[in-house]
């Protein structure tokens, strides 16, 4: 008797425990970074139904909220925007029971998405233990990684935590080297606050990671099986995060849409990133901005030698056909171009190139033109203005001065007749540069022969064009290469036709 009232005392008491803690959201908690001004950060998390909420933040500047209730189990408050800077304590405080977050920083939050390069480790890349060792000089670049879950309908929270907010070194070594580089050449020039928010999984479609809302607008709504299933990592991993303020994205995918929904991406990518915004914008009650910057890694390498034109087709569709961004379709958008950092000994195979140093640094600079709007930052690789077809000759002529390695045939051209169409499986010949000029580039077209006539020109349009660092046209300084390019493929360009 004695002994069956106490299991149901304890029962009592802990149900009653779980109920009545107050507490914060998953992913808000100790060393975090929130959103500074001008924007406002969001918190939010549970109580005891009913109760009434004060959140409190102490430390350099100092801020009580009025009351707020606690419905369905939820609170929620917008503080008031803070600058740059910390470290706060936030204390969110019922009648009953209080929660802190300690050593809070405010700075800018950006969310790290996409598939297995995205999550590649930074104990994984070149100079691995420089780059963990030079961790250590960054405590206000902290880290913050989502469990990978998956869920059939949107979760207000996440399922899990991988990794919680921490203090580098800490966990850097597991955290995203794309994300943790970007953060930290970010800071870098901004010299406040990053925080950064890895939610990605290896092998990942588009279609996962995008709403039904997205889904619909490319006409992507059949499901399929797990993992391929529409929604799900969004459902999972995306939903939960949009009440917090951030102040963009960047993203590493696209490598699993190479053979999946491939000739769909030039829907499904643009689509996807006007969702997040307008979910972010949403979920954050109007505090991240509605055409907040996305950056994005155009796809590296895979296979040498390999005929198959998935990667050539899904880099051009990361750009909704343009071959550059930002562009009409995708505003606000940068890009790093990666087709020219090929690794070919990778033991994580070569679809997962070690260096991810240039690709964090080719974003940072689309991030600090884009997204912090400076002044006189170059981050896009050339790209023709205008293309002139003479009898032997095609002359390009760049949108910026070019540096310039003869190549043989990185350039190809499709020579067709009257009646004939150039597409994939048509001949493609090489056409050799033969001379070249501050920006321009002369190619040699002698090997389409009469009655054929050149009718499409294209560049870098293989899976492994170049060796590291050896594609034929960089930028003047010889940082940025020039993205790949397909003539006659765009829509509404004027400038690319032959
Ligand atoms: C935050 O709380 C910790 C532990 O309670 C305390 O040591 C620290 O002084 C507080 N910092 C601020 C800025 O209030
Ligand atoms: C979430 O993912 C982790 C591993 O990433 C796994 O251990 C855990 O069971 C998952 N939780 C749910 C609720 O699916
Ligand atoms: C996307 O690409 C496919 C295949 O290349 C093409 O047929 C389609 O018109 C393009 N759609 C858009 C929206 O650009
Ligand atoms: C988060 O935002 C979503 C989307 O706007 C909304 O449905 C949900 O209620 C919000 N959750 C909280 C806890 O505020
Ligand atoms: C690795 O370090 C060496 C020596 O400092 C440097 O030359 C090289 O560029 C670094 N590699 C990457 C990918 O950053
Ligand atoms: C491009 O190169 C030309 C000739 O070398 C030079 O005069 C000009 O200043 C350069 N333009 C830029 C923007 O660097
Ligand atoms: C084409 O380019 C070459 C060298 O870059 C230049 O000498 C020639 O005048 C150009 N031809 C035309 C028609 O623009």
Known sequence: MAKSLCVVLILVASLHDCEGALRFASYYGDHMVLQKSPESAVLWGYGPEGAQVTVTLSGPSQQKTSL????????????DPVEAGGPYNVTAAAQSSTATLTDVLFGDIWLCGGQSNMWLQTSKIFNASEELHLAAKYPHVRTFMAALNLSETEETDLLEVELSWSVPPENVAEFSAVCWLFGRY?????????????????????????SSRALKQCELLQTYSSPKMNSVLWNAMIHPLLNMTIKGAIWYQGEANADYHQDQYNCSFPAMIDDWRMAFHQGSGGQTALDFPFGFVQLST?????????????????TADNGFVPNRRMQKTFMAVAL????????FGTIHPRDKQDVAYRLTLGARAVAYNEKGVSFQGPFPKLILSAHDFINITYDQNVSVTPSKDVFE???????????PKSSWVPAPIMHWGPTTVQLSTSLCQPPYKVATLRYAWRDWPCDFKACPIYSASGILPAPPFITNRSPG????EL
């Not at 970010?186 to 995008?210: F, M």
């Not at 020219?340 to 033991?347: E, K």
């Not at 051209?413 to 597409?423: S, Y």
Request: proline share 6%.
């Open 68 to 79: 707020v209730d606690v419905t369905n189990g939820i609170w929620r408050v917008t503080l």
């Open 186 to 210: 970010l800071y870098e020039t901004l010299q406040y606050p990053i925080g950064l928010v890895e939610s990605c999984w290896g092998g990942t479609p588009v279609e996962v990671w995008s």
């Open 302 to 318: 895979y296979i040498k030698g390999s005929k198959s034109d998935g990667f050539p087709n899904i880099r051009w569709h990361q």
């Open 340 to 347: 020219d950092l090929p690794d070919a000994t990778s033991p």
């Open 413 to 423: 051209i499709c020579c067709a007749g009257i009646e004939t169409q150039c597409g």
């Open 493 to 496: 360009k004027g400038n690319q």
